[in-house]
């Protein structure tokens, strides 16, 4: 089975079994998806979404939070992983928000890269999950699963990398589903260090390229 098989086999498992997908952050504006994609680096969603209500609850657009204190919002964020930057990221970023964008959240990924806190992966979670464009965040789980599948190459060892390989297979349709299907897969059945083969529905395709890494 070639990578083009092997990625049409994942995309139409999910397709019928998974048609509705989106993030497991919550969140009520782009600005608040903004802000819990920028607080989930290297943290899980469950621990966002435990913040994020009463954030929100005082800060819950960019003007608010550009006229807010640091300190203010790291007391609020303080048990995400690295609060302190996350904090003045989020002010600065919501600063800028407001003094070059109207307090808007921008809709190209240019110009939410040029954010503070907002890199790659975050602008394309944003253009996918809030303004519907085909773009694909590569977080560890997306490139453990693709490496562990085969639906990418072995030199794809990057995130940028990966997110390439995967683009020249999967439709422009499924793109921004594509990158929930594949984290929710790493999440739950995929797992890092002790993978449910027995609950995959992909054991008899594969390859276990990977078999006794750390991916």
């Not at 089975?1 to 049409?8: H, V």
């Not at 939410?112 to 694909?136: D, I, Y």
């Not at 984290?183 to 059945?189: P, S």
Request: net charge positive; glycine share 6%; proline share 6%.
């Amino acid at each position: 089975m070639n990578r083009r098989e092997r990625i049409d086999r994942v995309l139409g498992f999910f397709r019928e079994h998974r048609p509705n997908v989106t993030t497991e952050l919550e969140f009520g504006s782009a600005f608040q998806l903004l802000v819990a994609t920028v607080l989930s680096a290297q943290c899980t969603d469950k621990r966002v979404n435990m913040v994020t209500p009463e954030l929100f609850r005082r800060f819950p657009d960019a003007r608010s939070m550009a006229a807010a204190e640091v300190e203010d919002v790291l007391e609020l964020v303080k048990s995400v992983s690295y609060p302190n930057s996350k904090a003045q990221h989020l002010v600065d970023m919501s600063r800028m928000i407001v003094s070059e964008y109207g307090g808007m959240v921008p809709s190209e990924g240019k110009d939410l890269e040029r954010l503070p806190g907002v890199g790659h992966k975050t602008a394309n979670v944003v253009q996918a999950v809030w303004f519907g464009k085909p773009t694909l965040a590569v977080d560890t789980h997306v490139y453990r699963v693709s490496h562990r599948l085969g639906l990418v190459p072995p030199a794809a060892n990057t995130p940028l990398k990966v997110e390439q390989a995967l683009l020249r297979y999967i439709p422009q349709e499924d793109v921004a589903d594509a990158h929930h299907w594949l984290i929710l897969h790493g999440r739950y059945v995929c797992l890092s260090q002790r993978p449910k083969c027995g609950e995959c529905q992909f054991g008899d395709f594969c390859p276990k390229i990977f078999k006794d890494s750390k991916l």
